[in-house]
């Protein structure tokens, strides 16, 4: 009964730790990633909260095989190096020199959308992420959106996207 009781306990205990650990994970990306966004949106006019909750979504805060191995936080597809390198893992998708360069790519997806002037500045990241759905950004559709604002609401990322207002200034 005593090791019933006991492993029932580190069960527990580790269920609690995994659970933590994986509460942590989107404050550290924020905490990481945050900087490289606002950069982005004082430069460009992109908000911070699209750019952000696009990358989190995308890369499972940033624990996703394609974040991890490619550097690649928003599923750009493309030409890589893991077989190169020995690794087993295959992928579609594009590898990157850095996270940054990841983000920097995303961005200049969406300057080359014909509707990005009439949106440039914008802070209503609900116009923004339809926006990239009518331009075939995802093919997950509402769902994607769905999952993208739903990031954005949890950690409030829109709060990122008020440096935008000062910067105008």
Known sequence: MFLKKKNLLVSGLLFTTIA??????????????SPVAVNLMKETGVPASVILGIAMLESGNGTSKNA???????????????????????SVYREFETDSASYRSFVKIVLKRKWY?????????????????????????????????????????????????????
């Open 117 to 169: 002037p009439a949106m440039k500045g914008s802070t209503d990241y609900n116009a923004w992420l339809e926006k990239l759905i009518q331009s075939n950004y995802s093919s997950a559709g509402n769902v994607w959106i769905t999952r993208v604002r739903s990031m954005i609401k949890k950690y409030k990322l829109y709060e990122l996207d008020g440096e935008l207002n000062l910067a105008k200034r």
């Open 20 to 33: 933590a650990s994986a509460q942590k994970a989107p404050k550290n990306y924020i905490k990481k990633y």
């Open 68 to 90: 991890k191995l490619l550097k690649n936080h928003f599923g750009i597809v493309g030409k890589n190096n893991l077989a190169k390198r020995g690794e087993t893992y295959r």
